[in-house]
């Protein structure tokens, strides 16, 4: 399989091999002027409390310690869902990273649950009156990542309510007046230090739970491994098999543990139809995505029989512009099929000449005995 890549300056400064030494002294100290400034404000950090018992709604925190590609979305939905099939009212308050949203204030996304009429005076008092969108099947899906940002996109598309918000304090105060919810998911705030949470639900890949052990920028960590004393459980990623990895035990210790998977669940034509996983099965195709971790994407397409002969890889929350279709499509062989990731379909919406067959790779997150985590979500003491 080809690779093709088209990053910005700055991450071909990060990681070409020949740039990536020339700055390694200045990224060095960067990262030092960083832990030094996290080792500082660590006890800044929201307290966990009860606050679940004035309103009734549990506040949960989901996390990780590395930059980029932990799972947190896909975490997140999983959750959801499995809360709504319990009967729960789950929201999800996120930041909405590179949009509208996080530069000019909240937006709130419906989906299919309804706002009450008493809560109208408080949408006019907070400005919201332009800033809720509907049912996600009657909205351009591309003006509505550009708006609320790549992962509300995810939540729209399985009818979670989300509040985008930079300010995660007003979003949960937005999400409790407007559904009155049983749970609000903070979408990647284990290091937010704004918001008072019931618990932190901490994120950590089963094969490098501490990434490459080095802050950022020198390396992928936010924060050093010692910040796991901060969870309240774990949640092993992509776990091949149900062992709590040794380099971390000492850490975790009688903290409660899960283990999930990344598994691919279908495949979604830009028409919105769905087709099974052998649909492509011994087709050649070429890839595309804008993602952390492109290589696991690319391996999940492999899985399901297809035969990946180039793939375009961007940065992650990569915005497509006209110029980078072209640059695909003089590569790419006539008739055959392009896949992405979900998101990244949402933003090339319209794009592609006419008669392209552009299909999106779905994946979920199976979270091994998600029942008994749900239990632990409704223990409100």
Request: net charge positive; proline share 5%; charged share 30%.
């Amino acid at each position: 399989m080809r690779i093709r890549e088209r990053y910005p300056l700055w991450m071909r400064i990060y990681s070409g091999p020949g740039l990536s030494r020339l700055s390694l002294p200045l990224r060095y100290l960067a990262s030092k002027v960083y832990g030094s400034y996290v080792s500082a404000t660590a006890h800044e950090m929201p307290m966990r409390r009860s606050v679940s018992g004035e309103s009734g709604t549990m506040v949960v925190s989901i996390g990780n310690l590395e930059a980029g590609g932990g799972g947190k979305t896909p975490c997140a939905i999983a959750i959801a869902e499995a809360l709504r099939k319990k009967g729960g009212v789950p929201i999800i308050v996120t930041r909405g990273y590179r949009s509208e949203a996080e530069r000019t204030g909240p937006f709130v996304v419906t989906g299919d649950r309804p706002i009450d009429r008493e809560a109208l005076s408080f949408i006019e008092r907070e400005g919201l009156g332009e800033r809720i969108i509907g049912v996600p099947e009657k909205t351009d899906l591309a003006f509505l990542s550009r708006t609320v940002g790549d992962e509300p996109v995810l939540f729209a598309s399985r009818d979670i309510p989300t509040v985008i918000s930079r300010d995660r304090e007003r979003g949960v105060r937005i999400a409790r007046r407007l559904f009155h919810p049983s749970h609000i998911i903070l979408d990647d705030a284990f290091q937010n230090r704004s918001v008072e949470r019931d618990l932190d639900i901490l994120l950590l890949d089963w094969e490098r739970p501490f990434g490459d052990r080095r802050l950022i920028p020198l390396g992928n960590l936010r924060e050093l491994p010692g910040a796991v004393n901060r969870a309240d459980c774990i949640i092993f990623t992509r776990a091949v098999e149900e062992r709590t990895p040794i380099i971390v035990r000492e850490l975790i210790g009688d903290k409660p543990v899960f283990y999930s998977r990344h598994a691919a669940v279908d495949l979604m034509g830009a028409d919105g139809k769905t087709h099974s996983l052998e649909y492509l099965s011994g087709s050649r195709v070429a890839l595309f995505s804008g993602i952390a971790r492109p290589g696991s994407f690319e391996e999940t397409v492999r899985s399901i029989g297809a035969d990946p002969v180039i793939s375009f890889r961007f940065a992650d929350h990569h915005m497509y512009r006209r110029r980078d279709i072209r640059w695909m499509e003089k590569e790419i062989e006539e008739s055959c099929p392009i896949v992405t990731t979900e998101k990244d379909l949402a933003k090339v919406e319209g794009r592609f000449a006419a008669g392209t067959q552009l299909l999106a790779l779905r994946i979920g997150m199976e979270i091994k005995g998600i029942d008994k985590l749900l239990g632990f979500l409704d223990r409100q003491e």
